[in-house]
């Protein structure tokens, strides 16, 4: 049996007034991702972000700031491949913390599994627009490959995620979905939220 994650809905947010405006609709999972800031406002910001997501029970997971995830008490902490070559992974164990790890290629993702995670994130599967990626677009047929790589490990796609592409995605064998521009992009946010826990909660 595949191993659970919180939720098969996985937006990516960058503050945590958007972790309180997901937390009032409900949403068991989550993701922080903050990529540069003042370091007091980042770590307030964290700290804030936490506070609403326990108080909504809701799992938060940290974005490459695992020092301060450890320091303020996250359990989850998501690492890039950068992030990873510097991350003390067995301080984030010895902590009780679950981390998922970014994965683009076959190289990645062997390094990947030889850290043990309790995700691994195949990415870009579409084109996205938030950030030039190196990649080109995987396609659900990788999510399919690294499925049968990674047996029951959860595996997570992300970039060019969309509600019209989440059937596809979930069909390849994807155990769940994150997404940014899905969400915080949309020009009616909420009406999408409630969309996607719909679609990603209900029998089809």
Known sequence: MTRLLPDRFYPVVDSAAWVQRLAAHGVRFAQLRIKSADPAWLRAEIAAALVVAAAARLTLVVNDHWRLALELGATWVHLGQEDLRHADLSAVRHAGMHFGLSTHSADELDAALACAPDYIALGPIYPTQLKVMPWAPHGTARLA????????????????ITLERAAGCFA?????????????????????????????REPT
């Not at 499925?147 to 595996?155: E, N, Q, S, V």
């Not at 009406?191 to 719909?198: D, Q, T, V």
């Open 145 to 160: 490959t690294w499925k049968r790589r990674i047996g029951t490990l959860p595996l997570v796609a992300i970039g060019g």
């Open 172 to 200: 390849a064998g994807a155990d769940a979905l994150a997404m940014v521009g899905d969400i915080v992009r949309h020009a009616t946010p909420d009406p999408r939220i409630e969309a996607w826990l719909r679609a990603t």
